[in-house]
Nanobody, 121 residues
Framework: QVQLVESGGGLVQTGGSLRLSCAASGNILGVGGMGWYRQAPGKVRESVATITSDGITIYIDPVKGRFTISRDNDKNTISLQMNSLKPEDAAVYYC???????????????WGQGTQVTVSS
């Protein structure tokens, strides 16, 4: 069984910083791309940042220059450093990972439970 556990959400003032972390654990044979999505009330879930197993990163335009995604392949963890936070960044943030679990023939997406980020103006 594979699970992703997130931590690090909370309440921060506009301009502040937060760091989200996500750890994948369980019967894992391989981990591919990992990343973060977010979903604000009444909006669709959107991809925020992605990092490949080779360390290539992709960000959506609204967070470029403010957010930094990183990963530790040995520990199967990713982090999202969020700086200069804005009220529009407020959302539930979900980590995901493409994982090949033991006894699986291919990679499948796994999701964390979500962590709330609130930005006060």
């Amino acid at each position: 069984q594979v699970q992703l556990v997130e931590s690090g959400g909370g309440l921060v003032q506009t301009g502040g910083s937060l760091r989200l972390s996500c750890a994948a654990s369980g019967n894992i044979l391989g981990v591919g791309g990992m990343g973060w999505y977010r979903q604000a009330p009444g909006k669709v879930r959107e991809s925020v940042a992605t990092i490949t197993s080779d360390g290539i990163t992709i960000y959506i335009d609204p967070v470029k220059g403010r957010f930094t995604i990183s990963r530790d392949n040995d520990k199967n963890t990713i982090s999202l450093q969020m700086n200069s936070l804005k009220p529009e960044d407020a959302a539930v943030y979900y980590c995901y990972a493409m994982i090949k679990a033991r006894h699986s023939r291919s990679y499948s997406p796994y999701w964390g439970q979500g962590t709330q980020v609130t930005v006060s103006s």
